[in-house]
């Protein structure tokens, strides 16, 4: 284990903390809610954020997706591709996120984290400065790949966060 492990388990631990918080004592129904009919709900943010930890995580191990190899797609049951990651979803693929339990999101998004901190602790200092991805300029590193994915979680989780507190104004 290096530093930069730790630092990064530590970031992955806060946001699956968080995405616990934010959908803890929801029902399906308003973890399905929309603020606008533009706008992304819980159950799409968490869904969506889970996922691409799951593939982005799964891609740079090297290993099966939590999503299709525990089968969560079966739990889900959602009309999308079984490698649909939500990027790109219009507004009506993300109303289609719907009737998703807490417990199926908490449950899913756990998998996925356990699944990245066993890899993390797999990696040595030296494996950060890999490069993951050359389609882009300059290529994306593994170290770029895991900030960039802690980001967009942080980004999403803290969305569905908002949510909650519209849905609990008066």
């Known amino acids: 284990m290096t530093a930069s492990g730790d630092l990064l388990i530590d970031a992955f631990d806060r946001i699956r903390d968080t995405v616990h918080r934010v959908v803890d004592g929801l ?12 706008a992304n709900s819980i159950a799409w943010l968490v869904w969506h954020l889970t996922r691409i930890q799951d593939d982005h995580i799964a891609d740079l191990a090297g290993t099966d997706e939590v999503w299709i190899a ?3 797609t079966g739990r889900f049951e ?4 079984r490698r649909a990651t939500g990027y790109g979803h219009s507004p009506e693929d993300v109303a289609a996120v719907g009737g998703i339990t807490g417990e199926a999101l908490v449950g899913y ?8 901190v066993t890899y ?3 990696l040595k200092d030296e494996d950060y400065g890999r490069v993951v991805d050359r389609t882009w300029v300059p290529a994306v590193t ?3 790949r895991l900030v960039s994915v802690v980001s967009d979680d942080l980004q999403h989780v803290g969305q569905a966060a908002f949510v909650k507190g519209w849905l609990a104004r008066p």
């Open 27 to 38: 029902s399906p129904d308003e973890l399905a809610v929309r603020v606008d009919e533009g």
């Open 70 to 72: 525990q089968d969560w």
């Open 78 to 81: 959602l009309p999308f591709s």
């Open 109 to 116: 998004h756990n998998a996925v984290h356990e699944q990245t």
């Open 120 to 122: 993390l602790r797999t």
């Open 142 to 144: 593994l170290g770029v």
